[in-house]
């Protein structure tokens, strides 16, 4: 599970504060919310295929066990090795899927400046990120805007420091690291 701590978020002065980091308003040129969903469908497929191939490769290791050319002791063996070793994938390939499938959906705040799209946020709460964007773009539009102070639950999610392609209809997308 993703480590998650309260952080302030306000606007002063016309500088967007997140935690220790400052983006000056003027700067901004967008403020997006993009949705992390862990890839559950995939998580299935691999499985699945793990799953038939370990079950291929038990079925081939029983039948060179129940062969005539291994002795009673070796084929009690083989029978035994088989069946711990892919008991012992099943289990870590069926732990492997539990992890992908109770894992959240996070809501990131995407900040783009000058530079490239950076993820400064993930919550799972949407509306809350989705009320931020709006404060953002209020604040922006308004110079006389009297700005705003937050506490917010942050998650640190593996794709934190990712930043996003959010230009274009249909186009978010992870990209890569800045780091």
Known sequence: MARR???TVRVSKR???IGAEAYPLQ???RATTVRIKPPRARAVGRFLKYVLITA???VGGLAVARSGE???SDRELITQGVTVTASVLGAAFLLQLIVVLVT???YALVIETSGNPRTVL???DRNEVHELVRDIMRAIDDPAFPGFVKQMTTYNIGSMR???NASGAGSVGRMGSDR
């Open 5 to 7: 701590k309260v952080i």
């Open 15 to 17: 500088v967007l504060w």
């Open 27 to 29: 700067n901004i040129a």
């Open 56 to 58: 291929l490769l038990a």
């Open 70 to 72: 291994v002795t009673d």
């Open 104 to 106: 959240r959906t996070y």
């Open 122 to 124: 993930a919550s799972v």
């Open 162 to 164: 990712d930043f996003y």
